[in-house]
């Protein structure tokens, strides 16, 4: 189904869009023809240390970064983050008041979680490397095609396997202990949405994410890590473009789904608001009232 265009009167958000690690803005053309359709636009960023210009970047670098490119824009934003941006976008949006934001494929907060995936650890030996020579990791052919590519055939491998660029060394390593993300209390309408074959985040991260910002968790089979990029990923795209023109809040407390329609797991998120409303029914108590 086609997404509704905004009336001209309606003032459009900006989509704020942050690549992936060893990637860059071009991982966003195919879905800008998307946006444009609905009114809205999809402007993608460059991000600190895969421009050739801001040497070892750090996380901290990028979420300055984010944040910045939010403050200059003049109106409502949405950020959208991919992989380790939907990290950093994470924390910019308990900081600052975003339109919504839009996680795609995002690294959950905090410590890395065990076992990691089968598919990750065999990488793992040669980017510990890299990272205590000081050195930026260069992913193999091979494991971009495992991991980030796992989906891609053909010419559309090829076209980006001669795009990417080395990782960060500083960025690399903060993410080896990602920072907690403990909004206090969201306003901020969030959609998370997961490849059902990605081969380096297990649905249980995306979970996560879900539970702690109240949002929406879609999840889409046969797509992998860079759904922008693969066959079939136009269905994520345009489902994001439908929630940027509507974005909800949820009021879902028990469901498990992970339809278009359904919202996260319930557990950190019940227990939440569960907080919250005992601390609203404490307000005014006189002392001593049973």
Known sequence: MAPTVLAPSVLAPTVLAAHGLGLGPWVFAPWVPLFAEAGLELRA???PGHDGKSGNA??????????????????PVILLGHSFAGLAAQVVATQRRLHAAVFVCPLPPGPMRPPMRPSLLRHVPRALVSLTLGRPFVPSPSAWKELGFSNLRGASLDHALARVV??????????????RVLPTDVDTPVLVTLGGDDPILDPSDARVVGDLFEGLVWRYDRLGHTPMLEEGGE?????IVNFCLAPARPKVLESEGFGPAEGAGHALRHARRGERTKRRSAYGQKKGTP
């Open 235 to 239: 269905r994520m795209g345009r489902d």
């Open 166 to 179: 080395p990782w960060p060394n500083r960025l690399c390593r903060d993410l080896l202990h990602p920072p």
């Open 58 to 75: 750090s996380f901290g670098d990028v979420v300055r970064h984010l944040d910045a490119a939010v403050a200059a824009v003049d109106g």
């Open 45 to 47: 960023l460059s991000l």
